[in-house]
């Protein structure tokens, strides 16, 4: 599998279709919040949301990324099973602001190697 890289160290948020911006912007806060950057992009190609945040973790130097469209975000980690996710949101626009901060917090908290806050709104694959 080849891999390429961002010039610089970041989680890659992979965003599809048109999301809900400001829900967006407090995953985004969240990611800051812990210290890591981040770069938003767009797909190149069209998958389902747990293959984007898969494929966004394999171009990602620090082996995390999610992926987001209009309805649900997911959290993913390179070392993990295509098919497997560690955290997603479902509707994540019914999701409060603490909750996509809290999720964008685990994402970068992911690339630390520090232990996860829990939350009742984030899923779980495994």
Not at 14 to 36: D, F, S
Not at 64 to 79: K, P, S, W
Not at 113 to 121: D, W
Request: proline share 6%.
């Amino acid at each position: 599998m080849e891999f390429h890289y961002t010039s610089k160290p970041t989680i890659l948020l992979l965003v599809k279709g048109q999301p809900h911006e400001a829900k967006l912007a407090q995953i985004a806060y969240g990611i800051e919040e812990e210290g890591i950057p981040f770069q938003r992009i767009l797909p190149e190609k069209t998958a389902n949301l747990v293959s984007l945040a898969h494929q966004a973790a394999l171009q990602s130097q620090l082996l995390v990324g999610i992926a987001c469209d209009e309805q649900d975000t997911v959290l993913h980690y390179r070392n993990l099973p295509e098919e497997k996710f560690v955290y997603r949101i479902r509707d994540y626009t019914a999701a409060s602001d603490k909750e996509l901060r809290l999720f964008g917090s685990n994402a970068a908290r992911l690339v630390k190697g520090v232990p996860f806050r829990k939350s009742p709104a984030l899923e779980v694959s495994f």
